[in-house]
C-alpha cells in the first residue's frame, strides 16, 4: 500500500514563502507522476502542478506559473512544492497525489493521496 504523507504548510503572510514536503512509502519508477493538488472552502479540488519522477515532464497550472516550483529528491523518494509570492488566494488544503500506473496520467487518475496539509494565507 502506498502511503503518503505531507508536511510543511502553516499560516504566512501575503508575499511569503513556505516549502511543502511529499514523503512516499515507495520509490516510483522514473516514468510515474507526483502530482500537488489543492481545496479551498467551497471550491473544487484543483492540479496545481505535477512533475515525472524522472523530472522531464512538468505541468504548472496557469495561476502558480512563475511563484511555484516543484522538485524531488528521488533517493528519499520525496517531492517538494516551493512556493513564493503567495496570496491569500492560494489558502487551502494542499495535497500530494500518485497515479497507480506510469506516463502522464490525467489528473482524474491520480490514486493514492496524501492527509492534506492546511496552508494559509493572510493579507
Known amino acids: 500500500q502506498v502511503q503518503l504523507v505531507e508536511s510543511g504548510g502553516g499560516l504566512v503572510q501575503a508575499g511569503g514563502s513556505l516549502r511543502l514536503s511529499c514523503a512516499a512509502s515507495?520509490?516510483?519508477?522514473?516514468?510515474?507522476?507526483m502530482g500537488w493538488f489543492r481545496q479551498a472552502p467551497v471550491k473544487e479540488c484543483e492540479l496545481v502542478v505535477r512533475?515525472?519522477?524522472?523530472?522531464?515532464?512538468?505541468y504548472y497550472t496557469d495561476s502558480v506559473k512563475g511563484r511555484f516550483t516543484i522538485s524531488r529528491d528521488n533517493a528519499k523518494n520525496t517531492v517538494y512544492l516551493q512556493r513564493n509570492s503567495l496570496k491569500p488566494e492560494d489558502t487551502a488544503v494542499y495535497y500530494c497525489?500518485?497515479?497507480?500506473?506510469?506516463?502522464?496520467?490525467?489528473?482524474?487518475?491520480?490514486?493514492?493521496w496524501g492527509q492534506g496539509t492546511q496552508v494559509t494565507v493572510s493579507s
Open positions: 515507495v520509490r516510483f519508477l522514473s516514468s510515474y507522476a
Open positions: 512533475m515525472t519522477w524522472s523530472g522531464i515532464n512538468t
Open positions: 497525489a500518485a497515479p497507480q500506473r506510469g506516463g502522464w496520467v490525467g489528473s482524474k487518475d491520480y490514486d493514492y
